[in-house]
């Protein structure tokens, strides 16, 4: 069989539905494409962690007789690859015993069969359902959430504590992610979703990439997410992870949110210039144990230090304390606030100080101190 299909829409199909974060080791499929062609239309299916795609285009397709092939699984990394780089105005698809050949131009390529469509098949989303909400998603939010709020979960292969891999939020907007293993949380308000629910980094990338507008439809515990063009249209089930789920567990959100309380001893401090002086610090200190920096207040003074460097300024805050962190974790923390001040408290425990919270107008921070 042989497709003919203009390359601008599938270009901009593609880059949607397959986003290469979202590609896992721990998820074979995530990794493949699904090809099927017809007289008029294209078909195409991706998967990743708790999510399907269908992506449908129109073209023109010739089927020679009985025995075409009319269907291929392949790499989707080599497939987007190849589409982005073609600047043809149309693309020939032929399906051939063991690969598709793409035609553009003067040029021609051929992607090998990964799996056989004859024996497997990818997962495609339901298209039979009633609605029982429908809500509008920001993209903007959940770039900021992506951009400022991951860094924090915890590590996707190693922890024990799968609730912490994912992001939490509720249905009034919180946005938690974080890990008692690291001792780090981080809290937004810019989850605009239908319930409260555990959402993976897959979803998360998918929500930073749908275009504007885009409307969420919840159907019992999934949801459906559609997208439709004068070229293209696409169809994605994705399902949110639940505390009540047996390999996730409660999050204990109520713990993380008495401990994001903010006090009311603060100090106010630029960010820009404490971030400049720990890359420094971390650059001096490479490949040596100095691997920690202390916050310390006295005096309204707040003194940002290591053993041989150290970076002050004056403040509006009589609280007296010292706290040591891991230099990268707190560079970390630190970068993340896209504000040009930063507010600081002491976190407390039994008298002891085990931590601090940081805050601006859009992002709260506990970090917790270094032993």
């Not at 293993?181 to 980094?201: A, I, Q, R, W």
């Not at 001096?284 to 970076?311: A, C, H, M, P, R």
């Amino acid at each position: 069989m042989k497709f003919v299909v203009s390359t601008k829409p599938l270009k901009n199909a593609t880059n949607l539905g397959i986003i290469k974060s979202n590609i896992s080791k721990l998820y074979y499929r995530s990794g493949l494409i699904q090809i099927v062609g017809s007289e008029s239309q294209l078909k195409l299916n991706i998967e990743a962690t708790g999510i399907k795609t269908e992506i449908t285009l129109p073209g023109s397709g010739t089927i020679s007789g009985e025995d075409d092939i009319t269907g291929i699984i392949v790499d989707c990394t080599i497939f987007k690859g190849l589409i982005d780089s073609i600047d043809a105005d149309v693309i020939t698809m032929e399906f051939n015993p063991g690969n598709i050949t793409l035609s553009a131009g003067t040029s021609k390529f051929a992607i090998p069969q990964v799996l056989d469509i004859n024996e497997v098949q990818l997962n495609a989303p339901i298209s039979d359902y009633t609605a029982a909400s429908e809500i509008i998603l920001n993209p903007d939010d959940w770039k900021f959430v992506d951009d400022h709020q991951t860094f924090a979960l915890a590590d996707q292969e190693k922890s024990n504590y799968p609730m912490y891999k994912n992001v939490w939020v509720s249905d009034s907007h919180d946005v938690i992610t974080g890990n008692y293993e690291s001792s780090l949380f981080t809290h937004s308000k810019k989850g605009n979703f239908d319930g409260t629910c555990l959402l993976p980094v897959s979803l998360i990338n998918l929500f930073t990439s749908i275009p504007e507008g885009s409307k969420i439809i919840k159907v019992d515990r999934e949801y459906i997410l559609s997208i439709s063009t004068d070229s293209y249209n696409i169809i994605t089930e994705f399902t949110p992870k639940y505390e009540d789920d047996p390999d996730v567990g409660s999050y204990s959100s109520d713990i993380v949110f008495s401990m994001l309380d903010h006090s009311d001893v603060f100090l106010t401090t630029p960010v820009a210039p404490i971030v400049k002086f720990i890359n420094q610090v971390a650059l001096l200190s490479e490949g040596t144990f100095d691997q920690v920096i202390t916050l310390s207040l006295k005096d309204n003074v707040l003194t940002v230090s290591n053993k041989t460097n150290e970076y002050t300024t004056r403040v509006d805050c009589a609280d007296e304390y010292m706290i040591n962190f891991d230099t990268e974790v707190i560079k970390s923390v630190l970068s993340n606030f896209d504000s040009e001040n930063v507010n600081i408290s002491k976190m407390v425990r039994d008298d002891d100080v085990i931590g601090c919270c940081m805050w601006s107008d859009n992002l709260t921070i506990l970090v917790s101190s270094r032993d």
